[in-house]
């Protein structure tokens, strides 16, 4: 069982910031593609930002270009999302996940909740 342990949700005003956390088992992280997916109540679960393993090519959903970053350190396994200007419309809960760029890989965590309100 691979576990992903999430961190970094809370309650936010819009047009505020925050840094979501993941981190996995070291083994699996450096050789795995790892992304930020969420889910919205009533809504399907979507990707919100995916990176690849060794050189870290991006890919993000448009609407959050330009205001999201996902990185990651093979040495620290951990990744994260940097969220700034966020909109009430950024309101999810949000879930790291390995092993997937294309689609979503196999892995998952709990999810961490993102609220954006005033």
């Known amino acids: 069982q691979v576990q992903l342990v999430e961190s970094g949700g809370g309650l936010v005003q819009p047009g505020g910031s925050l840094r979501l956390s993941c981190v996995a088992p070291g083994n699996f992280f450096r050789i795995s593609a790892m992304g930020w997916y969420r889910q919205a109540p009533g809504k399907q679960r979507e990707m919100v930002a995916v990176?690849?393993?060794?050189?870290?090519?991006?890919n993000y959903t448009e609407s959050v270009r330009g205001r999201f970053t996902i990185d990651r350190d093979d040495a620290k396994s951990t990744m994260w999302l940097q969220m700034n200007r966020l909109k009430p419309e950024d309101t999810a809960v949000y879930f790291c996940n390995l092993g997937g760029y294309r689609n979503p890989g196999p892995y998952w965590g709990q999810g961490t909740q993102v609220t954006v309100s005033s």
């Open positions: 990176i690849t393993a060794g050189i870290g090519i991006t």
